[in-house]
């Protein structure tokens, strides 16, 4: 009887400990939504303040992603290179960190640098806009534009890490009468590990950075549309990177902050 007693105190003891430790967490989120929702008003009456309007339900303690660096995979390049020249595609390396993959479609060549160029001689495809899109779906492209009608026009597209975009690997495709005249653009084969990033930023740091920008150059803008973390592409003798950066997309404008520098560059 008294052990029966003694473990239904303990239940309750562990009970009650863990209540408390829930209601320290609820605490603790309470505390830390009332400062996010603290930064995000003090920013936007900054912004106002300056007559720029900035976007509803700004995160504005949202953090900046985390640099990666880039491996070359030749499995997935061959994966690529042949859902555009066909299943028989043979590579041959070229050197200099060239390779170029031939098969019934034509041949497509690929650089260390991670753009790629694929102008076939005859290649016929029965629904260009679809052809795009299953690339893009496949091989991890976002859709950005298309003026294709009847088989005659442009498509573009922007490679995704992880879901985010890499703002400057985009993807080109020109048809013309339903044959596909080019395709070239930038791939990135296979993302490597995060790294370490002791210079992370957050929405704030961005946003700050920029209005300051703005005001010393007299940039002309009354809104900020939105406010995303993206990544760059960066080659170099060393390999290439994934650099974290913030786009802020302005009622003018589209301009990226650099996470760790804060230097802004304009698309």
Same mark, same amino acid.
């Given at each position: 009887?008294?052990?029966?007693?003694?473990?239904?105190?303990?239940?309750?003891?562990?009970? &009650?400990?863990?209540? !408390?430790?829930?209601?320290? /967490?609820?605490?603790?989120?309470? *505390? +830390?939504?009332?400062?996010?929702? %603290? =930064?995000?008003?003090?920013?936007?009456?900054?912004?106002?303040?300056?007559?720029?309007?900035?976007?509803?339900?700004?995160?504005?303690?949202?953090?900046?992603?985390?640099?990666?660096?880039?491996?070359?995979?030749?499995?997935?390049?061959?994966?690529?290179?042949?859902?555009?020249?066909?299943?028989?595609?043979?590579?041959?390396?070229?050197?200099?960190?060239?390779?170029?993959?031939?098969?019934?479609?034509?041949?497509?060549?690929?650089?260390?640098?991670?753009?790629?160029?694929?102008?076939?001689?005859?290649?016929?495809?029965?629904?260009?806009?679809?052809?795009?899109?299953? &690339?893009?779906?496949? !091989?991890?492209?976002?859709? /950005?534009?298309?003026?294709?009608? *009847? +088989?005659?026009?442009?498509?573009? %597209? =922007?490679?995704?890490?992880?879901?985010?975009?890499?703002?400057?690997?985009?993807?080109?495709?020109?048809?013309?009468?339903?044959?596909?005249?080019?395709?070239?653009?930038?791939?990135?084969?296979?993302?490597?590990?995060?790294?370490?990033?002791?210079?992370?930023?957050?929405?704030?740091?961005?946003?700050?950075?920029?209005?300051?920008?703005?005001?010393?150059?007299?940039?002309?803008?009354?809104?900020?549309?939105?406010?995303?973390?993206?990544?760059?592409?960066?080659?170099?003798?060393?390999?290439?990177?994934?650099?974290?950066?913030?786009?802020?997309?302005?009622?003018?404008?589209?301009?990226?902050?650099?996470?760790?520098?804060?230097?802004?560059?304009?698309?």
């Amino acid at each position: 009887m008294e052990t029966y007693r003694l473990k239904r105190i303990v239940i309750v003891l562990l009970a &009650l400990v863990n209540l !408390f430790l829930l209601g320290l /967490l609820l605490n603790f989120r309470w *505390q +830390g939504s009332r400062s996010r929702q %603290a =930064l995000s008003q003090a920013l936007a009456e900054l912004y106002a303040d300056n007559q720029i309007q900035l976007p509803q339900g700004l995160d504005a303690s949202a953090a900046s992603l985390t640099p990666m660096g880039v491996t070359r995979s030749e499995q997935e390049e061959a994966s690529f290179a042949q859902a555009l020249v066909g299943e028989d595609a043979r590579a041959q390396d070229r050197g200099g960190g060239i390779y170029v993959y031939t098969g019934s479609y034509g041949s497509v060549r690929f650089r260390s640098s991670g753009s790629f160029d694929y102008a076939p001689p005859d290649r016929a495809v029965d629904d260009p806009e679809a052809f795009c899109r299953d &690339l893009c779906e496949q !091989f991890g492209y976002r859709e /950005l534009s298309s003026t294709l009608d *009847q +088989g005659t026009g442009t498509f573009t %597209a =922007l490679r995704q890490i992880s879901g985010h975009d890499v703002y400057n690997c985009s993807l080109s495709a020109v048809f013309e009468d339903g044959n596909l005249i080019s395709l070239s653009g930038t791939w990135i084969s296979g993302a490597g590990a995060a790294q370490p990033d002791p210079a992370a930023s957050t929405a704030a740091d961005a946003l700050v950075d920029f209005l300051d920008y703005r005001n010393a150059n007299g940039i002309l803008c009354s809104a900020v549309r939105a406010v995303e973390p993206v990544y760059e592409l960066l080659s170099g003798a060393d390999g290439a990177s994934l650099a974290p950066r913030w786009q802020i997309t302005t009622d003018t404008y589209r301009y990226y902050v650099d996470c760790s520098t804060g230097a802004i560059l304009r698309a």
